[in-house]
């Protein structure tokens, strides 16, 4: 989003609704708790004379302020310690000693903090390193309600005002998925309730996911129909929803409700409202495997009409190889500002100014002659762990644990980069067993000790010689941090991140990509009617760009399991690998291994890293464990609803088991 959208974000109202509407949440939701200043510093700029609702919607410019204030509630997704897709999954882990970062909150929720009392990451009320996420559908009501009313807001003309009331439909609709994402059924507020409203009609009860889910979508199905095909004025509006959007959020919407959390899953047989109303239905449907399919197909094809494809790194001046080529596209993908794979990229205020913040987590220690300890020292140690390492897979496009041509079977033996290798690993230096023979996205997106780092500022311009890392003790320097596991998420840093002036180059955060539709559409496909063909051709689509070869050729030539492709069983293995392979580092996973339920095993058990405060190779690639985590199954499937909550309305009923 370009500075003048953000500046209008800044400097929206978001007290301007009136001091009655404070009934309009539900009764365990009404009680809004304010959020700190660091999370809306634009409070600090709200005038003396704060409007009301009757002055909100008296012009055109007033009442854009207060669609702004219903995009500031969106996630921000670029600080770790607030994005639980990211910080909460099997991909990354954090030991920050030194404190440079809030060490509570969401970082404590993989250690096993999340209780009923007081929960972290609370999207309810907006507490505890989280947006409040009623709160936030209040204001979007508000909005509606009056730009509706073609009494006011006389200033604004027809197209406008459908678009604007299209926007926050989008923005309701999401962020009711926020809430159901994580709590499953949820109270649906359609419309704000007058302050006088009985007590029976605010204290609002949960709704059964099936009636939460086709809410949801029916919002985005309004919006779709209203809203822009593409941003036309990048100068200010970039960031804005577009249809595009509404059709790829829906897809992500359906195929999260088809999923075996939310669909027919019987640890919820039982789990029911006060008055006896089932909240899971608890008959697996394969029609909602092929309801979210169609909506897939038919947001990719709206997308590609819109020019909207997977990235690819234009042809640099000075010739590249085909390998950094690949790796610069794959890389690209994420952190290229507003690249033509973007379907949906966040950009309200706190997530630009959060992204040198965690791109500054990212840059491994490659220009010796600048990344000084003074300069470096202030990098959290949040870094992949050798777990998602290894889920990348071998050259061959397999799993390391599949290849029968290469032997994984000791991560940590030693061996010498070649001249064949030097665009991977630099020529003639010592490093794992690990990090040889991988796929191209493995070079792409980690940062490793003796792993080469191409960037824009690389001394020669050129792949031939260029930058690469040390993450050993001494090596990088004392006071300078090296993530706990010894990697750095890579593929997050912009490549003109430059050492010396300590610039970064801020990017929108990658909500929706059009590699993550194309995978969603493979995998609801494959669920819905086996491996036909089109289950293929959308991950070779990506696979391709990742400098791989297709499923069928990688699985029959190279893996031990020949014929896993085949099957669904087989390609449900491989779809959900792909996935958090190509989309790594963008918060997604998290949310993944829980619809899944995956997460029981995957999030159970070791993390571990390299011995990193050893300096000899010997010494330092001994894999150690860090941190032994435990999931609860089925308890942690399902955010906790606060105590207090409960208490206010008593309609309302708390997860199973909290």
């Known amino acids: 989003m370009k500075t003048n959208f953000i ?100 970082l404590q929720l993989p250690r096993g903090f999340q209780n009923s009392s007081d929960p972290i990451a609370n999207y309810m009320n907006g507490t505890r390193d989280a947006a ?8 979007c009501n508000v909005f509606i309600e009056n730009v509706s009313d073609q009494t006011k807001v006389r200033d604004l003309d027809i197209d406008t005002r459908e678009r604007w009331i299209a926007e926050a439909q989008f923005l309701k609709a999401f962020y009711h998925f926020q809430l159901f994402r994580a709590y499953g059924p949820i109270p649906i507020i359609d419309k704000n309730l007058p302050i006088d409203a009985p007590i029976d009609q605010v204290r609002v009860k949960r709704r059964p996911v099936d009636e939460v889910v086709t809410y949801i979508a029916g919002l985005y199905d309004l919006a779709a129909a209203k809203l822009p095909l593409t941003i036309r004025n990048e100068g200010s509006e970039l960031g804005r929803v577009t249809k595009a959007a509404a059709l790829s959020m829906k897809a992500k919407l359906l195929v999260t409700a088809a999923s075996p959390l939310f669909n027919g899953n019987p640890d919820y047989n039982s789990f029911k409202n006060k008055d006896g109303e089932q909240l899971f239905n608890s008959t697996y449907s394969a029609e909602k495997w092929q309801r979210a399919a169609d909506a897939c197909k038919a947001a990719i094809d709206f997308c590609e009409s819109q020019n909207i494809h997977l990235y690819t790194f234009p042809t640099p001046t000075i010739p590249l190889s085909e390998t950094t080529m690949t790796q610069m596209s794959i890389r690209n993908a994420m952190s290229e500002k507003w690249n033509d794979e973007l379907i949906w990229g966040l950009t309200a205020d706190n997530n630009i100014n959060y992204n040198s913040f965690f791109q500054s987590m990212c840059a491994g220690q490659y220009d010796f002659n600048n990344a000084d300890a003074a300069k470096s020292a202030n990098r959290p140690l949040l870094g992949p762990t050798i777990k998602m390492a290894k889920m990348f897979y071998t050259k061959n496009g397999v799993p390391i644990n599949e290849d029968k041509t290469l032997d994984f079977s000791n991560i940590a033996e030693l061996r010498v980069g070649t001249h ?37 500022n690389s001394p020669t311009k050129t792949d031939e010689d260029t930058w690469w890392m040390k993450a050993r003790g001494a090596e990088v320097g004392q006071s300078s941090p090296i993530p ?54 959308y991950v070779n689509r990506i696979r391709a760009r990742a400098g791989l070869p297709t499923v069928q050729d990688s699985w029959s030539n190279f893996s031990i399991n020949p014929t896993k492709y085949t099957t669904k069983d087989g390609m449900r293995s491989i779809i959900q690998r792909e996935r958090g392979v190509e989309l790594c580092f963008e918060g997604h996973r998290f949310w993944d291994l829980l ?51 409960l208490l206010v309305n008593q309609n309302l009923v708390q997860n199973p088991n909290w």
């Open 484 to 537: 706990i596991a010894g990697f750095y998420m890579k593929k997050a840093l912009n490549w003109h991140y430059e050492w010396a002036t300590v610039t970064y180059i801020n990017y929108p955060w990658p909500e929706m990509r059009l590699s993550d539709l194309y995978l969603l559409y493979a995998e609801a496909l494959n669920e819905a009617q086996g491996p036909v063909a089109d289950v293929y051709t």
């Open 420 to 456: 064949a290798e030097r665009f991977n690993i630099k020529e003639g230096e010592t490093t794992a067993r690990l990090n040889f023979d991988r796929e191209p996205r493995y070079y792409a997106d980690l940062g490793f000790d003796r792993g080469v780092w191409y960037m824009a």
């Open 595 to 645: 619809r899944w339920k995956t997460a029981g095993v995957e999030l159970n058990g070791n993390v571990t890293g390299w011995s990193i405060n050893e300096n000899s190779p010997e010494l330092y690639y001994r894999e150690r464990t860090i941190f032994s985590r435990h999931f609860v199954i089925p308890r942690d499937y399902l955010w906790p609803i606060q105590e207090n909550d």
């Open 132 to 139: 409040a996420n009623y709160k936030a559908i209040r204001d």
């Open 7 to 106: 500046q209008k974000i800044k400097h929206s109202v978001l007290s301007s609704t009136p001091k009655g509407n404070i009934a309009l949440i539900m009764v365990t939701l009404i009680m809004i708790v304010p959020v700190s200043s660091c999370k809306k510093s634009f409070l600090d700029v709200v005038p003396d004379n704060v409007s009301t609702i009757a002055n909100a919607f008296v012009s055109k410019t007033e009442a854009e302020k207060y669609l702004f204030t219903c995009y500031s509630y969106l996630p921000t997704e670029t600080d770790p310690t607030y994005n639980v897709g990211l910080t909460a999954s099997d991909e990354v882990w954090v030991e920050d000693p030194a404190n440079h970062i809030r060490s509570t909150n969401v």
